[in-house]
């Protein structure tokens, strides 16, 4: 009787002791790889099937580490991953009451994956509509107020203003439409790398006495200067 049999004598019929931990462990793993996920969805591109029941990205991944880590706690548990991942593991336990709920795992990890990634595109087209939002006019540049998302911003060599009360002193420092829009493009790009909540902006007194935009995010704690 191999290790596989042995282990599967001790439990047969019954919810698996590993359940638990090995569910939790996946899924605090999957969320801390969000980055990699993120990454690789994006070095994917059209190229990925994105449906429930389609190829992960990474979730083969995750379950095969914290299996492994799993393992290396409880010499009981067999070594079921090798050249073809879920699938050969799937095949291997067939016969056991394990497949069930490694498949639930699975398919659990699937769904949060999935979600990962509508959070982010819906977070992606914020973005593109707000960027899109903030460039009108035909043969002037145009951008609405970040504060208060309704009037247009009053841009010159001297300050930048909105009736919403939003002024920042911009003299001596090349401050054009393009320039601030630019900035703005940079500061959600990069918010939108580590988090998928939408920041918000405000106008605070700097060191100087002259007012900044500020971008900031709770959900994050993200914060960064954007003029």
């Known amino acids: 009787m191999d290790a596989l049999d042995r282990h599967r004598s001790l439990y047969k019929g019954t919810t698996p002791p590993w359940k638990e931990t090995y569910r939790k462990r996946c899924v605090d793993r999957l969320k801390n790889s969000r980055t990699?996920?993120?990454?690789?969805?994006?070095?994917?591109?059209?190229?990925?099937?994105?449906?429930?029941s389609g190829p992960s990205i990474i979730v083969q991944e995750v379950m095969e580490e914290e299996w492994s880590a799993l393992q290396s706690d409880d010499q009981r548990l067999p070594s079921l991953w090798g050249p073809h991942g879920v699938a050969q593991m799937f095949s291997v336990m067939k016969e056991y009451d394990e497949l069930a709920v490694l498949e639930e795992?699975?398919?659990?990890?699937?769904?949060?994956?999935?979600?990962?990634?509508d959070e982010y595109e819906r977070n992606l087209q914020f973005e593109?509509?707000?960027?899109?939002?903030?460039?009108?006019?035909?043969?002037?540049m145009h951008i609405i107020c970040p504060i208060c998302q309704m009037n247009n911003l009053s841009i010159n060599s001297y300050f930048i203003s909105c009736p919403c009360g939003l002024y920042i002193n911009t003299k001596k420092r090349n401050i054009s439409s393009d320039v601030?829009?630019?900035?703005l493009e940079a500061r959600l790009s990069e918010h939108m790398e580590d988090c998928l909540h939408s920041p918000v902006f405000?106008?605070?007194?700097?060191?100087d006495s002259h007012a900044s935009l500020m971008i900031s995010c709770q959900a994050c704690d993200y914060l960064s200067i954007v003029l």
């Open 128 to 140: 593109q509509q707000y960027i899109s939002s903030v460039v009108e006019g035909m043969d002037e």
């Open 105 to 117: 795992i699975h398919q659990e990890l699937m769904s949060q994956e999935m979600s990962i990634i």
């Open 202 to 207: 405000s106008v605070t007194p700097n060191t």
């Open 180 to 183: 601030l829009l630019r900035l």
């Open 36 to 52: 990699r996920l993120l990454d690789r969805y994006r070095q994917m591109g059209d190229e990925q099937t994105r449906s429930s």
